[in-house]
């Protein structure tokens, strides 16, 4: 056949992501093994779900409840934070890597002008998850903010005037009435975040190649490195399976979730 | 107390320019990133790395811009993504349009079925799809080639999604009336349906258009000359190689230049944005 079938498009790129310890993953270890025992995909769901999917939620939630007021210039702040919603993911890494440089990047710059040490963010493995997580939620929390807004601004004004009226204060509201009705969004929101966690690949691709000491190192660059680097394509399409069956469980979950409210 | 709404962070002074203090902190921390690309990307060398950093240039140049434009093959690597991003569109509306059309407006046996079967590939994780798809194309001789890159991308469930819910808002008694006058089943699809649809023809249009041209995994995998790279692949070779280190002002000026269709397009169609992503939740 032509000359591509031997030679994957992968091989030839400009950039080879680096497995985790040269040759730690290989074909005749079991895929289940490797996938729920490796310190790696722990490391991943510990560092990368649970800092990320958090303030992803929460600030999209407080995203949507500050600029749902009828003040002047939300509207201008919405398209600000919606921004990078457009901007491609090569970009955000690019953008994001220079950011996060120890030696002139401005998140250092402003750290320091602050009183605070620099830090090495991706060439530091405690701190290379975290400085990715910063920027997934620059990226994309617009996304979960845009669900808020639109749930928020189902919710009936006249349930606020009524509990106004009954003497409660704007935390209660907040927790008897906002949270209540948020919900199925609440819902939606959680499940979306976590699985496109899972799906994260682009931004550890171009920021930090899985590194350093694969702290970044997460499934789908798995896939990309076993099926299309070292072309094994059975631990690839198995590693698929898995992130399948990880986004089924989240979406049956969610659909459980707002089927009970 | 005439609106409610401001009342909710606290309708007192104290609450209002609490809230306006966080939204120009939200601003500034949104922006500044977007715009210390714009800044950089028209910074001569000398200013790049200043310490301490600059918001404005002293001396405003497009020397990036050029150097960017005549090293590397950026306006084949455009070309590419706008090739591949309006034939995509195209496909994606034609193929979308006409599977939403009975699922939305038919009875026939085993509509709920097929409908189920395309709206659960929503949940599939598409880097599933990677290697079967590559394996597929690749025996056929057809990786890195424009049709690669459109062709899977154009059966599309979040559109078939939305407009099956665009198409089912329209009348029964419009489609009736127009065969009752002789118009065919394509003739009502073609003529009165979509011209009636067109909102939801644009927010799928735009939302195959941005997601095609941001797509990096699979232009990633199913691409590997310049003659077939997209804009997101190209870009991500440039900053490749552990040793090579660009000029950042030329990194910027190509994640502007990157940016900018899709910007452009965002500000002038925001609205369908928001509804798009507040009717199915997707990240493009």
Not at chain 1, 71 to 96: E, K
Not at chain 2, 85 to 109: E, H, K, N, S
Not at chain 2, 132 to 159: E, H, K, M, R
């Amino acid at each position: 056949m032509s000359s591509v079938s031997s030679q994957p498009a992968g091989r030839s790129k400009a950039r080879r992501a680096s497995a985790p310890e040269g040759g730690a993953v290989r074909s005749g270890m079991t895929l289940a093994a490797y996938l729920f025992l490796s310190p790696y995909l722990a490391l991943f769901t510990v560092f990368m779900l649970l800092p990320t999917a958090l303030p992803m939620v929460a600030l999209g939630l407080g995203l949507a409840m500050l600029l749902d007021q009828k003040l002047m210039g939300t509207a201008l702040v919405r398209t600000v934070v919606f921004l990078p919603y457009v901007v491609m993911v090569s970009t955000v890494g690019i953008l994001w890597g220079w950011l996060f440089d120890k030696g002139t990047g401005l998140v250092n710059y402003y750290l320091t002008m602050i009183g605070l040490d620099p830090i090495a963010w991706l060439k530091d493995p405690h701190w290379s998850m975290p400085a990715l997580a910063i920027t997934t939620i620059w990226w994309t929390v617009n996304t979960n903010m845009i669900i808020f807004l639109a749930a928020l601004q189902d919710i009936s004004e006249d349930l606020h005037d009524a509990a106004t009226l009954d003497g409660a204060g704007p935390g209660q509201r907040f927790v008897y009435i906002t949270l209540p009705l948020l919900r199925p969004a609440m819902a939606l929101v959680t499940a979306l975040t976590i699985i496109n966690g899972w799906r994260v690949f682009g931004q550890a691709y171009v920021m930090t190649q899985g590194g350093p000491e694969a702290s970044t190192f997460v499934i789908v660059q798995y896939i990309y490195l076993t099926a299309f680097q070292n072309f094994e394509m059975g631990p690839a399409a198995a590693a698929g399976v898995v992130l399948l069956l990880i986004t089924l469980v989240f979406s049956l979950a969610q659909m459980k979730l707002m089927k009970a409210i | 107390m005439q609106d409610q709404r401001s009342s909710r962070a606290g309708q007192s002074l104290g609450g209002r320019s609490l809230a306006y203090v966080l939204m120009i902190v939200v601003t500034a921390l949104w922006g500044a990133p977007i715009l210390w690309m714009l800044v950089t990307s028209i910074k001569p060398e000398s200013e790049i790395y200043a310490y301490p950093p600059t918001w404005i240039p002293d001396v405003p140049t497009l020397e990036a811009y050029g150097a960017l434009f005549q090293r590397f093959p950026m306006l084949t690597w455009f070309r590419n993504s706008a090739i591949v991003g309006i034939i995509t569109t195209v496909l994606t509306l034609a193929v979308d349009a006409l599977a939403a059309y009975p699922l939305a407006r038919m009875q026939f046996p085993g509509r709920r079925i097929i409908m189920g079967v395309v709206f659960a590939t929503f949940l599939l994780p598409y880097e599933l799809l990677f290697v079967p798809l590559f394996l597929g194309l690749n025996s056929y001789g057809l990786v890195d080639s424009i049709f690669s890159l459109t062709v899977p991308a154009s059966a599309n469930a979040f559109g078939v999604f939305l407009l099956t819910q665009f198409f089912q808002a329209v009348p029964r008694e419009l489609e009736d009336a127009a065969i009752m006058d002789g118009c065919s089943r394509f003739g009502f699809f073609w003529r009165i349906l979509l011209p009636l649809t067109k909102p939801g023809l644009a927010t799928v249009a735009i939302f195959t258009f941005v997601a095609s041209w941001n797509n990096f995994f699979w232009p990633l995998i199913a691409t590997n000359s310049d003659e077939t790279r997209t804009l997101p692949v190209g870009l991500a070779t440039l900053v490749g190689g552990a040793g090579m280190s660009m000029k950042q002002s030329v990194l910027m000026a190509s994640s502007v230049v990157a940016t900018l269709p899709t910007a452009i397009f965002f500000l002038a169609l925001q609205r369908h944005f928001v509804r798009g992503i507040a009717a199915t939740g997707i990240k493009g």
